[in-house]
């Protein structure tokens, strides 16, 4: 183990002056300007007028017309029916009915046979082009880097001693110069020729062929035929008749009846009428008015005034404080033993 010094991170604790802003309360002397409302009342004088109604009677004279009831003759017409029977003629349409051959048309359905052509989606094989590639390679053989043997100890005791130098490579036998070096390996690698050529494709494409196909239609023919059909046919003839008519007849009566007739009458009469007097007098009120007064009033107000302050207060700093460890020391390999035939460690000096 050795001593080794390190940098750790430590959070200390220390005392910071800094300036703090307080408020202090303070009672201050303010002086603010009220208005007031200020009531005035004085005495006034003033003329009032007013109507007063009299009433007073007064004798009209009025024209007013009065009915009067009278009987005259009155002559008024009146109508007197009367039946009276009259002859005439008159034409009337009697119905006659006769068959008649009539032609009509009817539309007899025939079926016909038709050729016609239609699209049809087929493959068709067609032959392309197209650029292909071919690896033409060949497996060579390549010599590969070999670690180099060790030597062999002359204490080994026997040929087995050097087996780890025949694994490396090494076919001398164990009392000969067993090298310092070894027989080198080799492998087999594949080393690419890519070629492109142009070969044909054979691919199925979708055309669109025309095909010849036959389809049935059906259609109409018109065709005349004959039938026999009853017409009816208004004949005219005419025929005597007799009616009843009524008619009124003017007659003159006469008769009496009550007639009533408006007079005109004179007469006098009491009328009451209202007229208005105008009077007037002198009379005394109060008239209060109002003034705006302004006032000084003076109050004590609580105000919070700023002032700075030096605090101290404690804050949280980081910083970078030594410290002694005990670290393992690098690991030394010691000489390997001789039944082993292995190479010296390279951390070993």
Not at 60 to 79: F, G, I, R
Not at 261 to 268: G, H, K, L, S
Request: some cysteine; overall charge neutral.
């Amino acid at each position: 183990m050795v001593e080794k010094t390190v940098w750790e991170p430590m959070m200390v604790t220390e005392t910071k002056k800094v300036m703090v802003t307080e408020y202090k309360e303070e009672m201050k002397d303010v002086v603010s300007h009220v208005k007031r409302i200020v009531p005035k009342t004085e005495k006034k004088s003033r003329e009032v007028n007013w109507t007063e109604w009299q009433e007073t009677t007064e004798d009209v004279q009025v024209t007013v017309k009065k009915p009067v009831m009278k009987t005259v003759d009155v002559t008024y017409t009146v109508l007197v029916p009367e039946q009276i029977t009259k002859t005439g003629k008159k034409t009337i349409c009697k119905p006659t009915w006769e068959e008649v051959e009539k032609e009509y048309t009817v539309m007899v359905p025939m079926t016909e046979t038709k050729q016609g052509v239609r699209k049809v989606m087929q493959c068709v094989p067609v032959v392309k082009k197209t650029t292909v590639c071919e690896d033409k390679g060949q497996w060579v053989q390549q010599a590969v880097e070999t670690p180099a043997c060790a030597p062999c100890a002359p204490a080994c005791g026997g040929c087995s001693a050097c087996a780890p130098a025949i694994a490396c490579g090494c076919a001398s036998p164990c009392n000969s110069a067993c090298g310092t070096t070894c027989a080198p390996a080799t492998k087999m690698v594949w080393v690419p020729n890519v070629v492109q050529r142009e070969v044909e494709v054979t691919v199925q494409e979708m055309q669109c062929v025309d095909q010849p196909y036959e389809y049935q239609v059906t259609t109409c023919v018109p065709e005349v035929k004959k039938c026999m059909v009853k017409v009816c046919k208004m004949t005219t003839e005419e025929v005597d008749y007799s009616w009843t008519e009524t008619v009124c007849k003017e007659e003159v009566k006469t008769c009496q009846k009550q007639v009533c007739d408006w007079e005109d009458v004179v007469e006098t009469r009491q009328v009451k009428k209202c007229v208005a007097v105008p009077k007037s007098k002198m009379e005394e009120y109060e008239c209060t008015t109002y003034e705006c007064v302004t006032e000084e009033v003076k109050s004590q107000v609580k105000v919070c005034t700023p002032v700075c302050v030096e605090k101290e207060i404690e804050v949280q700093v980081c910083k970078m404080v030594e410290k002694k460890i005990m670290v393992p020391a690098p690991t030394c390999c010691a000489a390997p033993a001789c039944s082993t035939c292995a190479p010296t460690p390279s951390c070993c000096k």
